[in-house]
C-alpha cells in the first residue's frame, strides 16, 4: 500500500487530496508514522521527528493516528488478496505477500496482466493506491513492489509504474543494480560496514570471495545468498505470534513511582484488550523502562497460568516495575505478553499463586461494553481522575519516539509529587494533563 496511514486519510477526508499529510503525534518526542508523497517532496519521510518534519514543511496537515480504522482497512486488504486462488500471507498492516497457484506457468505479459488484476481489485475494494511487484520469490517480489511505488521529482509526486515484473531467470539482472539497504537485515550500521569494505551494491555482495563471507558469520553469510537470489522463505497463511506489546512516550519525564505504577496499569489494560482480540493469552510478562538518560532495563515474569486479564497482567507490570525504580525519570514504558497460546480450559490449582479469580467472564463482559459504547466506557478503578495515554500505531512496525536536539527537561520542581505527600493536592485529569502532555503511544505488531 503507497503511504498507508496517509492515504487513509485522504480517504475519509478528500479535502486533504493534493496536500502534504503526515500521521503522527504532536508530542515534543513524536514522529512521523506516515508521509504522502507531498510530503516527500519537502523531504520528510517517516520515523523522522514530527518537529523537523514541520521545520522542513510548515504547511503539512498533522493527523493523529487511527488504529481502528487503519485495522478495518488491512482486513479488507486481505479480504480482498484472498478472492484470488492463492495463498495470502499478511506482512504488516499495509503490506502483503500472494503467492499464485499456477504461476510458474504464465508468461511475462500474463504475469503483468495478473498484477493489474491484483491492483485493479484492492484499489476498488479498499479505495487506496497500491503497488503490485511479482517475482519468484519474497525479496524479489518485495522490491519489485517498491520499484513500481510513485516517486518524487522537484518536490512533486510522480506516478509510477504501479505493477512490476521480474520474470524468470532475470532475478539477479534485477537484484544486482540495488543498493545494498535495499536488502533486508541491512540496517545503517551493517550498510556503513559494508560500504568502508567496498560493497555498495547488491553486486558488489555478491562478488565477495567465500574466504571474506565466512570471516563474516551467519549473518554476512545469509545476505550473500540473497546477494544470488536465494530466498527458501516460503508464504504462510498465518504468521504465529511470539509476542504482543504496547508502549508509551511521554512529552515529560514521570519521576514519582505511582505516576509509573498508574502508566503500568493503563499500558497493562491495553495490552489485554489486544491479546484478548488476537484470542490469546500471555505466559510471560515483560517490562520495558527507558530512562532520562536513555538507559534501557527489562524484566520479566513468568506467570502460574497464560491470561489475557488487565488485573493479572497489571499486577505482574508493577511487581517488575519496584525491582527497577524509576530512576532520575522515565521516559518510556513498555508491557509485553510473550509465550503466547490459545485459551483453554482453566486448571484448578491448590497452588495459592493459581488460585486467584478467573477473568475471563469479566474481561467479556468488558470488551462488550467498550464495543458498544467505547473505549472510554470502562477502565481500571485505579485510573480514575488521571489521563489515560493516548495510542499510536506502529504502523508496519512504527518506529518509538525519539528526543530532540537541545530538548530542554523540566526541572524537579515542576514535576508531580508522588502521591502521599500532599494527599488532598492529588492532581486533577486537567492538570495531570497540562503537567505531563498526552505523550506519543506505541504499539509492536505480533
Not at 222 to 250: C, F, N, Y
Not at 251 to 274: C, K, M, N, Q
Amino acid at each position: 500500500m503507497d503511504c498507508f496511514f496517509a492515504s487513509a486519510e485522504v480517504l475519509d477526508d478528500p479535502a486533504l487530496a493534493g496536500l502534504p499529510v503526515l500521521v503522527g503525534g504532536s508530542g515534543p518526542r513524536s514522529v512521523v508514522a506516515s508521509a504522502s508523497y507531498e510530503a516527500r517532496g519537502y523531504g520528510v519521510r517517516s520515523a523522522m521527528p514530527m518537529a523537523e518534519a514541520l521545520r522542513r514543511c510548515p504547511v503539512a496537515v498533522v493527523r493523529q493516528p487511527r488504529m481502528v480504522r487503519y485495522r478495518e482497512l488491512s482486513a479488507e486488504l486481505r479480504a480482498a488478496l484472498e478472492s484470488f486462488d492463492g495463498v495470502v500471507e499478511m506482512a504488516g498492516l499495509d503490506e502483503a505477500y500472494l503467492e499464485v497457484r499456477g504461476r510458474a506457468g504464465l508468461g511475462p505479459r500474463a504475469e503483468r496482466a495478473l498484477g493489474v488484476a491484483v491492483r485493479a481489485l484492492v484499489q476498488r475494494r479498499v479505495a487506496l493506491p497500491a503497488s503490485v511487484g511479482l517475482g519468484s520469490t519474497k525479496l524479489v517480489s518485495k522490491l519489485a513492489a517498491g520499484a513500481a511505488k510513485p516517486r518524487v521529482a522537484r518536490r512533486k509526486p510522480v506516478p509510477g509504474a504501479g505493477v512490476v515484473v521480474v520474470p524468470a531467470g532475470a532475478e539477479l539482472a534485477f537484484l544486482w543494480r540495488h543498493p545494498v539497504g535495499a536488502l533486508p537485515g541491512v540496517g545503517g550500521a551493517t550498510a556503513s560496514l559494508l560500504r568502508r569494505n567496498g560493497v555498495e551494491t547488491v553486486r558488489d555482495l555478491a562478488a565477495l570471495p567465500a574466504s571474506v563471507v565466512e570471516v563474516g558469520g551467519r549473518h554476512l553469510t545469509q545476505l550473500h545468498e540473497m546477494a544470488w537470489g536465494v530466498d527458501p522463505r516460503p508464504v504462510v497463511a498465518e504468521r504465529v505470534a511470539k509476542s504482543i506489546s504496547v508502549e508509551h512516550t511521554w512529552p515529560v519525564d514521570i519521576v514519582a513511582f505511582d505516576e509509573a505504577e498508574d502508566a503500568v496499569t493503563s499500558l497493562a489494560d491495553g495490552l489485554a484488550g489486544r491479546l484478548r482480540d488476537a484470542g490469546l493469552e500471555a505466559r510471560t510478562v515483560q517490562l520495558k523502562v527507558r530512562y532520562a538518560d536513555f538507559r534501557l532495563a527489562t524484566r520479566a515474569r513468568t506467570l502460574a497460568a497464560p491470561t489475557a486479564a488487565a488485573p493479572v497482567l497489571a499486577a505482574a507490570g508493577r511487581e517488575l516495575l519496584v525491582s527497577v525504580g524509576v530512576g532520575d525519570g522515565v521516559r518510556l514504558l513498555g508491557l509485553a505478553g510473550t509465550g503466547l497460546a490459545a485459551p483453554t480450559a482453566r486448571q484448578l490449582s491448590l497452588d495459592p499463586r493459581g488460585g486467584g479469580p478467573d477473568w475471563r467472564a469479566a474481561s467479556g463482559v468488558l470488551d462488550a461494553v467498550r464495543q458498544r459504547f467505547g473505549p472510554g466506557a470502562l477502565g481500571p478503578a485505579r485510573l480514575l481522575g488521571t489521563a489515560a495515554p493516548e495510542g499510536r500505531p506502529e504502523d508496519q512496525r512504527a518506529p518509538g519516539s525519539h528526543p530532540q536536539e537541545g530538548e530542554e527537561r523540566p526541572s524537579r520542581a515542576d514535576r508531580l509529587p508522588r502521591k502521599g505527600d500532599h494527599p488532598t493536592d492529588r492532581p486533577t485529569h486537567a492538570q495531570r494533563r497540562g503537567a505531563l502532555g498526552r505523550g506519543e503511544g506505541g504499539v509492536a505488531e505480533p
